[in-house]
């Protein structure tokens, strides 16, 4: 089955340093993965996803992630955080087929002035 | 273009009232979803809806029923609404061949 791990429930960074958000997946065959953004009293909105192309991927916003096969990781990092990146980041996985997102339980990031 | 739409954006029910989250997308979408928002719980998948006539239980299906009436719209159902039900629940969907899921804004039900 497969699941997806966040480190850190919260985290604080200050305005201009790098931004790193941790997840860890697993699953039994090559899956797709997601990160997420929410940001207070919305919906959730894609970040990136990686599909089994080019392993460093790039989304919106100056995020972009990393897949690690060999870590099993697809860590979200950003050089330098701004304000309005204060927000909750859920990294999801998928395999194939017609099967539903699985989630992170989510990260929440805190940026300081 | 609205994308996937829910109504109503917040519900207060009392424990054991019923009620009908809706939810409906123009995207033409097959596949749709149920999932449930909880402090510290992430997103747990209650139903989804691989395709116009077909339903199957997620993580979390207890205590809901779904419909997909037809390839736009899938509705939630309470029949009997506890405490536990408090959440925020966010429908999505799917267009077949992609892999991303889109959401809609979410509905915040509070049952007291």
């Known amino acids: 089955a497969q699941s997806v791990t966040q480190l850190g429930s919260h985290v604080s960074v200050s305005e201009g340093a790098l931004v790193l958000l941790r997840c860890n997946y697993s699953?039994?065959?090559?899956?797709?993965l997601f990160w997420y953004v929410q940001y207070p009293n919305q919906g959730l909105q894609l970040l990136l996803k990686?599909?089994?192309?080019?392993?460093l991927v790039k989304g919106i916003n100056g995020f972009e992630a990393e897949f690690k096969k060999s870590e099993t990781s697809f860590h979200l990092t950003k050089p330098s955080a701004h304000m309005s990146d204060a927000a909750e980041y859920f990294c999801?996985?998928?395999?194939?087929?017609?099967?539903?997102?699985?989630f992170g339980k989510g990260t929440r990031l805190s940026v300081i002035a | 273009n609205a994308g996937v739409t829910q109504t109503p954006k917040f519900q207060v029910l009392k424990t054991g009232q019923s009620m009908t989250l809706q939810c409906a997308q123009d995207?033409?979408?097959?596949?749709m979803y149920w999932y449930r928002q909880d402090p510290g719980m992430g997103l747990r998948l209650i139903y989804y809806?691989?395709?116009?006539?077909?339903?199957d239980k997620g993580e979390v299906p207890n205590g809901y029923n779904v419909s997909r009436l037809n390839k736009r719209e899938f509705s939630l159902r309470l029949e009997s609404a506890a405490p536990s039900q408090t959440s925020v629940y966010f429908c999505?969907?799917?267009?077949?061949?992609?892999?991303?899921?889109?959401f809609g804004p979410g509905t915040r039900l509070t049952v007291t």
């Open positions: 999505a969907s799917r267009g077949t061949g992609t892999h991303e899921q889109y």
């Open positions: 699953s039994s065959v090559p899956p797709y």
């Open positions: 990686y599909t089994s192309a080019a392993t």
């Open positions: 999801a996985v998928r395999d194939s087929g017609n099967t539903p997102l699985v």
């Open positions: 995207m033409n979408h097959n596949s």
């Open positions: 809806s691989a395709s116009e006539g077909t339903t």
